[in-house]
């Protein structure tokens, strides 16, 4: 690609993990619809020497542009806009006009939040997020922190630097107008389509793909082709330019023909397959989850619109509650025990029944670490759908810790969903 981009995501709390990188993999997502290929996203504390690394290391791969995102707010760990100006040769100095308009931004959300603060302390904040590198574009907030395009001073190489803010909210609401700043524009010149696919594969192994793709790599080139495998779904996604077309058409013609009976989609993702199962057929589904807690629940209700397909779930975890809540037999519990098929199925018919849906999903199981026996040691799960056509029944033996057991259990549960909604390869 002719244009390349870089971007640094800036804070300790990002760096230990205390809060999840949102940003990065946005930006990265945002700029390949551009058309332009980001080969490093960089995460670094607020110590500015390793800022100014992380800015010299993405401008010695010849990138046309770095993002910044973070590190523009009132307090002194906020350094990236002092930064970044001494990087690009323009040192930073108060814009009376910025700072007016950031105070009134900072004294309406203090009012309509019933927050008060020292006068002088407000005001040193307020002033310190008004400090621009010279020559540097300003960019309105969105919330309390303008944005930055710096380029490089006269007479320097180097990319420009487009600084945005840490919120997702605030990054996402001020993109807009970063890119369509002319130098952003200027920086992005000669980027042309990128265009990426995604194919997803259902009990497929990393090795099995491998031994493919290797044999068939000279009919490939031209293709970036990457994996990767979770909770038992391999997602293959692969990046390529336009004239590089028909070795892609190549490579769908060949995992389709070598991968027919694991193959599940060419796009959507799993849950979007479900919801629009759901949606087209005109069903409704309800939920009794015992080891998984709600989480499949939770899974479905989590795309908008789904109120009208998803009628409602019961966590039952003790015995009582399968039975007052749901209709288990007592007598099936005490033959079987809670965690078997056919307290699986009960519960599938029992969230059917008790909600009026069209399918029912019964998930019974042991997630550990404790509670394991010789016969149902941890990780022993059994899952039920029962739909218009009759019950589909799964036994499981996960691997894993407790987080890892309820998650493939989900993921599976998701999978019957499929099978029974628009069919495909088999759970």
Same mark, same amino acid.
């Given at each position: 690609?002719?244009?390349? =981009?870089?971007?640094?995501?800036?804070g300790?709390?990002?760096?230990t993990?205390?809060?999840?990188?949102?940003?990065?993999?946005?930006?990265?997502?945002?700029?390949? #619809?551009?058309?332009?290929?980001?080969?490093?996203?960089?995460l670094?504390?607020d110590?500015?020497?390793?800022?100014?690394?992380?800015?010299?290391?993405?401008?010695?791969?010849?990138?046309? +542009?770095?993002?910044? $995102?973070?590190?523009?707010?009132?307090?002194?760990?906020?350094? %990236? =806009?002092?930064?970044?100006g001494?990087?690009?040769?323009?040192?930073?100095?108060v814009?009376?006009?910025?700072e007016?308009? /950031?105070a009134?931004?900072?004294?309406?959300?203090?009012?309509?939040?019933?927050w008060?603060?020292?006068?002088?302390?407000?005001?040193?904040?307020?002033?310190?997020?008004?400090?621009?590198?010279g020559?540097?574009?300003?960019?309105?907030?969105v919330?309390?922190?303008?944005?930055?395009?710096?380029?490089?001073?006269?007479?320097?190489?180097?990319?420009?630097?487009?600084?945005?803010?840490?919120?997702? $909210?605030?990054? #996402?609401?001020?993109?807009? =107008?970063?890119?369509?700043?002319?130098?952003?524009?200027q920086?992005?010149?000669?980027?042309?389509?990128?265009?990426?696919?995604?194919?997803?594969?259902?009990?497929t192994?990393?090795?099995?793909?491998?031994?493919?793709?290797?044999?068939?790599?000279?009919?490939?080139?031209?293709?970036?082709?990457?994996?990767?495998?979770?909770e038992?779904? +391999?997602? /293959?996604?692969?990046?390529?330019?336009?004239?590089?077309?028909?070795?892609?058409?190549?490579l769908?013609?060949?995992?389709?023909?070598?991968?027919?009976?694991?193959?599940?989609?060419?796009?959507?993702?799993?849950?979007?397959?479900?919801?629009?199962?759901f949606?087209?057929?005109?069903?409704?589904?309800?939920?009794?989850?015992?080891?998984?807690?709600?989480?499949?629940?939770?899974?479905?209700?989590?795309?908008?619109?789904?109120?009208?397909?998803? +009628?409602?779930?019961? %966590?039952?975890?003790?015995?009582?509650?399968?039975?007052?809540?749901?209709g288990?037999?007592?007598?099936?519990?005490?033959?079987?025990?809670a965690?078997?098929?056919?307290?699986?199925?009960?519960?599938?018919e029992?969230?059917?029944?008790?909600?009026?849906?069209?399918?029912?999903?019964? /998930?019974?199981?042991?997630?550990?670490?404790?509670?394991?026996?010789?016969?149902?040691?941890?990780?022993?799960?059994?899952?039920?759908?029962?739909?218009?056509?009759?019950?589909?029944?799964?036994?499981?033996?996960?691997?894993g810790?407790?987080?890892?057991?309820?998650?493939?259990?989900?993921?599976?549960?998701?999978?019957?969903?499929?099978?029974?909604?628009?069919?495909?390869?088999?759970?």
């Amino acid at each position: 690609m002719s244009a390349r =981009a870089g971007i640094v995501v800036t804070g300790t709390e990002v760096l230990t993990g205390r809060v999840t990188d949102r940003n990065g993999p946005w930006l990265a997502e945002q700029l390949r #619809q551009l058309g332009v290929d980001v080969g490093h996203v960089v995460l670094v504390g607020d110590r500015p020497e390793d800022m100014q690394g992380a800015l010299a290391f993405l401008a010695g791969t010849g990138v046309s +542009l770095v993002i910044t $995102s973070g590190g523009l707010g009132p307090t002194a760990d906020d350094l %990236t =806009a002092e930064v970044v100006g001494e990087f690009q040769g323009r040192p930073s100095a108060v814009d009376p006009a910025l700072e007016q308009r /950031i105070a009134v931004v900072v004294e309406r959300l203090m009012a309509r939040r019933g927050w008060r603060a020292d006068p002088d302390a407000t005001a040193a904040g307020v002033r310190k997020q008004a400090q621009v590198p010279g020559g540097a574009m300003v960019l309105e907030p969105v919330g309390t922190a303008p944005g930055l395009v710096v380029p490089p001073s006269d007479g320097r190489d180097g990319p420009t630097v487009l600084v945005l803010p840490g919120p997702p $909210s605030e990054l #996402q609401g001020m993109w807009p =107008a970063a890119v369509a700043a002319e130098p952003v524009q200027q920086a992005l010149a000669g980027r042309t389509e990128l265009r990426q696919e995604t194919v997803r594969l259902w009990g497929t192994l990393e090795a099995e793909l491998a031994v493919v793709l290797r044999d068939h790599d000279a009919e490939l080139s031209g293709l970036e082709v990457t994996t990767c495998i979770r909770e038992g779904e +391999l997602e /293959i996604v692969t990046r390529y330019a336009p004239e590089a077309q028909p070795a892609y058409d190549r490579l769908g013609a060949l995992l389709t023909r070598t991968f027919d009976h694991t193959l599940f989609s060419t796009g959507p993702t799993l849950d979007e397959i479900v919801a629009t199962g759901f949606a087209e057929r005109g069903l409704t589904v309800a939920t009794a989850e015992s080891c998984t807690g709600g989480m499949l629940a939770a899974r479905l209700t989590e795309r908008p619109g789904s109120s009208a397909w998803v +009628l409602g779930g019961v %966590t039952a975890y003790a015995n009582s509650a399968k039975e007052q809540l749901l209709g288990v037999p007592a007598d099936v519990l005490a033959e079987h025990g809670a965690v078997s098929p056919e307290v699986a199925l009960a519960l599938a018919e029992g969230a059917r029944a008790r909600f009026g849906a069209d399918v029912g999903v019964g /998930i019974t199981g042991v997630a550990g670490p404790g509670g394991g026996t010789a016969d149902k040691p941890v990780g022993t799960v059994h899952l039920c759908v029962v739909g218009p056509e009759g019950p589909q029944l799964r036994a499981l033996r996960l691997p894993g810790s407790r987080a890892v057991v309820r998650e493939r259990s989900v993921t599976m549960a998701m999978h019957l969903l499929r099978v029974l909604l628009v069919g495909g390869p088999p759970a």
